[in-house]
């Protein structure tokens, strides 16, 4: 029988477990969604579970993501539950190395980075490196790895938009190998444990010194010779960002963040495409809707993407927004309590030095707010109006994605409030670009009509064995 442990004084219920230490770690980590659906029959929107050692208060329901999203600084901190995983890879000095105050300001800096101006830079850049990319696909029908070849798509496409050429030229040698090197420290087991004696660690911590050196060599180059017309946001950063003190970003610092962004972009945005493909391959008559789409907005489908026409592809922006509230990428929204935190609206108190997270993908993918929750359909955001959306005050409406900013909406693929994401309109140019190219030239089929399982495992939500197949579209 599980071991029936009692919650502390006022704790929300405890799920049993077998194991001292370990707790419900094994069948949540087997399929997490089935996990935290199950035990909310069972207990409601609140429960506490064991995972190895750590007690995680779960928060259900669209009051439990606001909880934690809008949780105030004085009770839980996102850097006391992210620094063991995020630092030996980003560095110190920025995100959850330092004071959120400090984090806020940084924020501010790349949001800045990513303004329009850039971003209508990035799309022809996005284009030709999809196009490049894709002429390797040179049969009249094969079999792919889909996210094997969006990882490989998304890492050279935030190198050239986010770093500059000097880096997305190196990316086909010296610079993917520090890259894989650095990413294989990015485990959900440096999450649980600190700073473990692992081989990969110890790549890890090499390939980060060497990728830092990298980025500050190339910024000292760039003011050696005097070179200032890039569009990246490494350069933007370098010139242009102050902190309230009135003081400039270090090299360090710079560099710190760049790796940061792209460590934050890669896995995010490399599988929110794999499954947006996968969805597709799914319902292949959505290839010629989209391909509809262009012709109806574009004129043709020849026609060179640009930031104003990607943002009236409303069929290409609808299914990424359905991809993202099937598939979020991130399951487990964290933060470590620091001071004891009543739940609103019950008796339950959540105790210092616990964990509390919520779950949005939970409520996105709940019969109680969509219809056929399960179902992949795009066209259900069909009248969705942004104008009419709640939002942050400072959110930038860049007039893509950003669903709504309240903590409350049932979907928050990108989070909310404080910790909110800042990569999101890149993401969507980034995901809609490399969509709208692709969809020219290939129609997809699932191989032996398998649509993938979800992968667990690892930091994001993965498909497992992503392959397909691809016919050319002139053939
Ligand atoms: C934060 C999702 C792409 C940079 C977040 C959070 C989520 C998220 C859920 C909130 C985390 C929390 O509250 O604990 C996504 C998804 C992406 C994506 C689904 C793509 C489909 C990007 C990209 C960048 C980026 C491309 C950088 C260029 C960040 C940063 C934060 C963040 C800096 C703030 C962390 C904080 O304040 O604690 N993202 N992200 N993300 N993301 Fe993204």
């Known amino acids: ?104 300001e940084q924020k501010k ?7 329009v101006e850039n971003l209508r830079a990035y799309i022809p850049m996005i284009e030709m490196e999809t196009k490049n990319y894709l002429s390797r696909w040179n049969k009249k029908s094969d079999v792919q790895d889909i996210h094997k070849a969006m990882a490989e798509l998304i890492i050279l496409t935030a190198s050239r938009c986010l770093l500059g050429e000097e880096v997305r030229s190196k990316m086909d040698e010296s610079f993917a190998q520090i890259f894989h090197d650095l990413d294989g420290g990015f485990k959900p087991i440096n999450f649980l444990f600190d700073d473990l004696p692992l081989p990969s660690n110890r790549l890890r911590d090499k390939a980060h010194v060497k990728m830092r050196h990298f980025f500050i060599d190339i910024m000292k180059h760039r003011r050696d010779t005097g070179k200032v017309d890039s569009t990246d946001v490494m350069q933007y950063l370098a010139t242009n ?26 896995h995010t945005s490399s599988t929110t495409s794999a499954w947006a493909f996968l969805y597709l391959a799914l319902n292949p008559e959505l290839f010629d809707k989209l391909r509809q789409e262009q012709i109806e907005i574009l004129g043709s489908l020849d026609a060179p993407l640009t930031y104003d026409s990607l943002k009236q592809l409303t069929l290409h922006d609808n299914i990424v927004r359905e991809t993202l509230r099937l598939r979020p990428p991130i399951l487990h929204i964290i933060r470590k309590v620091v001071r004891d935190m009543t739940i609103p609206g019950t008796t339950y108190v959540i105790p210092k030095d616990a964990y509390v997270q919520c779950i949005p993908a939970i409520t996105a ?26 939002r942050d005050d400072d959110l930038v409406d860049y007039g893509f994605g950003a669903l709504s900013a309240s903590a ?68």
């Open 109 to 115: 800096f790349v949001k800045a980075g990513l303004s």
């Open 241 to 266: 960002c102050q902190y309230k003190s009135g003081r400039s970003l270090t090299d360090m610092e710079v560099a710190h963040i760049m790796i940061a962004m792209l460590m934050a972009g890669q």
């Open 365 to 390: 993918r709940s019969d109680e707010f969509f219809e056929n929750a399960e179902e992949f359909n795009p066209y259900r955001w069909k009248d969705y109006d942004l104008q009419n959306k709640e």
């Open 408 to 475: 409350r909406s049932p979907v928050l693929p990108f989070g909310a409030g404080r910790h909110r994401c800042i990569g999101e309109p890149f993401a969507y140019v980034q995901i809609k670009t490399i969509l709208a190219t692709f969809v020219r030239t290939f129609n997809l089929e699932l191989h032996n009509n398998k649509f993938p399982e979800c992968d667990f495992t690892t930091m994001m939500v993965q498909p497992k064995q992503p392959m397909v197949k691809y016919t050319r579209v002139d053939c």
């Open 1 to 104: 029988k599980a071991m029936y442990v009692s919650p502390r004084q006022n704790e929300p219920p405890l799920v049993p477990y077998w194991i001292p230490f370990i707790g419900s770690a094994i069948t949540m980590g087997i399929d997490p969604i089935k996990f935290y659906r199950d035990r909310q029959k069972e207990y409601g929107n609140y429960y506490t579970y064991i995972l190895f050692g750590r007690r995680m208060v779960t928060c259900l329901g669209a009051e439990g993501n606001n909880l934690v999203f809008n949780a105030k600084l004085a009770d839980a901190s996102a850097e006391e539950a992210y620094r063991s995983l995020t630092v030996p890879v980003f560095g110190k000095g920025v995100v959850y190395d330092v004071h959120n105050s400090v984090l806020m």
